[in-house]
Nanobody, 128 residues
Framework: QVQLVESGGGLVQAGGSLRLSCAAS????????MGWFRQAPGKEREFVAA????????RYADSVKGRFTISRDNAKNTVYLQMNSLNPEDTAVYYC?????????????????????WGRGTQVTVSS
């Protein structure tokens, strides 16, 4: 059974940093793309970043490019999201997700339906 467990959220002042972790278990993830999404109150869940577990290729939403960095540690089966220069607009629940590579699904997809497994999320609150 696949499990994705996020951690590292919290309260931080504007301009600060946080590092989120996503511990993955239950199968071999070498053929997966791992993604981070976020959902602010009253808004739809949106794509933040994605990384190919096998190649390390990455993709970012324009809103976080240059501030956030996604990475993975194969030995620990963990994906990270380093978030710098945070602002109040980054306040949201952050979710980790896993997408298995298959025909018809583009590499590093930003579309929620392409992700097969989801964590429960971790709250990030940025105060002004």
């Amino acid at each position: 059974q696949v499990q994705l467990v996020e951690s590292g959220g919290g309260l931080v002042q504007a301009g600060g940093s946080l590092r989120l972790s996503c511990a993955a278990s239950g199968r071999t993830f070498s053929s997966y793309v791992m993604g981070w999404f976020r959902q602010a109150p009253g808004k739809e869940r949106e794509f933040v970043a994605a990384i190919s577990w096998s190649t390390g290729s990455t993709r970012y939403a324009d809103s976080v490019k240059g501030r956030f960095t996604i990475s993975r540690d194969n030995a620990k089966n963990t994906v990270y999201l380093q978030m710098n220069s945070l602002n109040p607009e980054d306040t949201a629940v952050y979710y980790c997700a896993a997408s298995q590579r298959r025909p018809g699904v583009p590499l590093l997809s930003s579309a929620r339906p392409h992700y097969d497994y989801w964590g429960r999320g971790t709250q990030v609150t940025v105060s002004s």
